[in-house]
T-cell receptor
Framework: DAKTTQPPSMDCAEGRAANLPCNHS???????VYWYRQIHSQGPQYIIH???NNETNEMASLIITEDRKSSTLILPHATLRDTAVYYC????????????FGTGTKLQVIP | GAVVSQHPSRVICKSGTSVKIECRSL??????MFWYRQFPKQSLMLMAT?????????EQGVEKDKFLINHASLTLSTLTVTSAHPEDSSFYIC??????????FGPGTRLTVT
């Protein structure tokens, strides 16, 4: 799996958009970008994934650059419950593929 | 989304004893499940891949005789920590997939060995 680079921590004001960047310059053509988050002392939660087009669901939006070497996860209106560690992962699609976690970004939403 | 459960949620055991942790997919079948371990303030580390009806595949550095994995059915995988020691104290998490793009993670099991 391609390696990813994320800032170790970020702060975001409650109600504002949280933009979490991720660099994955060695991504292969068949690898997807996945985002998970882990709230303290819980199991990781799937957020969103994409190949090359921008994606949006009820939780977040995923913006992938045209060269696919970086992406941004956007939480449009951050709440205190969004405080968590966010992991950007690049891997081949398929639920049977193992997930390799990096160090992630600790997002702190501030009241 | 699909639901994965773990039991127990937390367990305290004495050094030298064995502890079994269960991982269940509640509303789907999973031929493959994964086991992770997470130490405080660290990321998740993959321990092994559990395959229904066959032997588990362990990551480098994980002792297969210490961490016994049994995937007896399409909805249940168990991890047994044998002869536990304080350094085995950790947060153990499993994951499974119904065969789609996503993997679903259990809520984790906090193991404390005294």
């Amino acid at each position: 799996d391609a390696k990813t680079t994320q800032p170790p921590s970020m702060d975001c004001a409650e109600g504002r958009a949280a933009n979490l960047p991720c660099n994955h310059s060695t991504i292969s053509g068949n690898e997807y970008v996945y985002w998970y988050r882990q709230i303290h002392s819980q199991g990781p939660q799937y957020i969103i994934h994409g190949l090359k087009n921008n994606e949006t669901n009820e939780m977040a939006s995923l913006i992938i650059t045209e060269d696919r070497k970086s992406s941004t996860l956007i939480l449009p209106h951050a709440t205190l419950r969004d405080t968590a560690v966010y992991y950007c992962i690049v891997r081949v699609a398929g639920g049977y593929q193992k997930v390799t976690f990096g160090t992630g970004t600790k997002l702190q939403v501030i009241p | 989304g699909a639901v994965v459960s773990q039991h127990p949620s937390r367990v305290i055991c004495k050094s030298g004893t064995s502890v079994k942790i269960e991982c269940r997919s509640l509303d789907f079948q999973a031929t493959t499940m994964f086991w992770y371990r997470q130490f405080p303030k660290q990321s998740l580390m993959l321990m092994a891949t559990s395959n229904e009806g066959s032997k588990a595949t362990y990551e480098q550095g994980v002792e297969k005789d210490k961490f016994l994995i049994n995937h007896a059915s399409l909805t249940l995988s168990t991890l047994t920590v044998t002869s536990a020691h304080p350094e085995d104290s950790s947060f153990y998490i499993c994951s499974a997939s119904p065969g789609s793009y996503e993997q679903y993670f259990g809520p984790g099991t906090r193991l404390t060995v005294t």
